[in-house]
């Protein structure tokens, strides 16, 4: 089962807009992670942000980190129609390369 | 340098056959972990390789297994397939634990 939430789990914006989701967690963490998944296609990583860093920018993509409020938010700026995807956080387990992933956000940029 | 590459993309199997489906990470990562994608139960961990040694295991029964091979290519197999195991399998691979996964396209399985 899921150990991440995400929020919201759809999100519809119009092209140019910033789209911004959150995702939350319930245990310690070394690192969150975001991926994007177009339909029926593999994940692909976006950005790595480690559990002493408050803030990682990527392009148009800026991720924070609270981790005493155990959360983390992915902001899209200046969205546009290819963004559309699904989003997903994901926590390495502790030993190993498992990862717990979120339910995801999935995110339409209508044209 | 290749991503990484799993084969077949799509697969029908009848319920009661079984199934390899197969990994090749990216040259030089060590690391291999299966997951599977279903609508409703979201993604889920099946097992993770490293150098040839299962890891961790997920809550799977036991007709989900796997392996890796000394090239660090694996594949994972499921016995006595059942209708509810149609899904989107994807494997990733790492370079080393506590970094970031490069997943492949998946494969497609669909139990009739």
Redesign the interface.
Known sequence: ??QGEEDPQALSIQEGENATMNCSYKTSI??L?W?RQNS??????LI?IRSNEREKHSGRLRVTLDTSKKSSSLLITASRAADTASY?C?R??T???????G??TQLTVNP | KAGVTQTPRYLIKTRGQQVTLSCSPISGHRSVSWYQQTPGQGLQFLFEYFSETQRNKGNFPGRFSGRQFSNSRSEMNVSTLELGDSALYLCASSPWWDTEAFFGQGTRLTVV
């Open positions: 089962s899921q070394n690192n992670q991926y029926g296609r593999g994940l692909v990583h790595l997903f994901a390495p387990e030993s190993g390369s498992r990862l717990t992933f339910e995801g």
